[in-house]
């Protein structure tokens, strides 16, 4: 089988090539010094790549009880988690509750939950159509597709995102589809691509997200941050696709590596397409994902819990992707 992201066009890729090679200049130095060594090496991304085509062709394991993984669950489980930052699972059990899923997490070390103004006292959110609410000023909680996102890519830094579990409780009667991409595998297409600066994007000021206010009240304090960073020799990203409250730096090299992340994420055939069924779920470090919108019936409403932690999952298997960003 061909690799599928030999297809990605990256040398013809449409841009002003010009134009982005001369930014380079305007990226602030110590920033591209401090980030050198986020540089995978042929090998590596080869090597990065062949184990991600196996998890595409493979990312759903099956569960029997998720409050209670078997070793082999688990291993399997950690395994794509290992070269995908992701994993699909899916069990027959229909009485999972939040209670479950947090169960589920603490089984991989997650036990940091984020308690988001839109989610339960128990950190978990019923992502459903809710109207007439506060839910309601948020695109999650109506049946409008999502962009592309990363979860929480407006949070503090003490409160950034590290992962994410969703389950589907229910799922409407069209629609709803989940699209998913390995942050990793983006960071190597945009380092492969000579026509951008893919080190702008570490830049601290690479992007702000506005304060939430409500009415008068803040809610949310003003972010600025970079796109891409890394802790504990873990590449973490923080993007959103739209462009309402979203000021991206207008650095000619912060602009023109934005527009190549468009590119791959609308063009790439690399992206995961699932369409979750009652019993499925993610358990990811925070990948790149968008969601269809849906149709709901009188009797069938999508419902999927999500739980947000601060933590990283544990690492269960030996990685040398992981490691490779450190050299
Ligand atoms: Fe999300």
Known sequence: MDIPWR????????????????????????????NDHRHWDQQTWHEKCAAYERFLNAPIVDVENIRYLTKQEHCALSARIDVANMTLYRTPDMTIDHQAVLTLGEQFGLRNVEHNICADDDGVSDVTVKN????????????????????????????????????????????????????????????????????????????????????????????????????????????????????????????????AIRYYLNHSPLTLKIRLEPGMGIITRNVLHRRSAFVDSHDQRRLVFRARYRDDIYDQQLSGFRDALAK
């Open 7 to 34: 297809d990605v066009d990256i040398n013809n890729r449409k841009r002003d090539s010009e134009s982005s090679i001369a930014s380079r200049t305007e990226v602030d130095e110590s920033t591209r010094q401090s």
């Open 132 to 259: 007439g609410d506060r839910h309601g000023r948020y695109i999650p909680y109506t049946s409008r597709q999502l962009s592309w996102h990363t979860d929480g890519y407006y949070n503090a830094d003490d409160r950034a995102i590290k992962s994410f579990i969703l389950h589907c409780s229910e799922q409407g009667i069209h629609g709803g589809e989940n699209e998913l991409l390995d942050h990793e595998i983006l960071f190597g297409l945009l380092q492969h691509d000579n026509n951008i600066d893919h080190q702008s994007l570490f830049a601290h000021d690479a992007f702000a997200i506005p304060a939430n206010m409500d009415g008068g009240e803040e809610l949310r304090e003003r972010y600025v941050g970079p796109v891409f960073n890394t802790v504990d020799n873990r590449l973490h990203m923080r993007f959103s696709a739209r462009s309402r409250n979203i000021e991206w730096n207008t650095r000619p090299a912060i602009l023109t590596a934005v527009e």
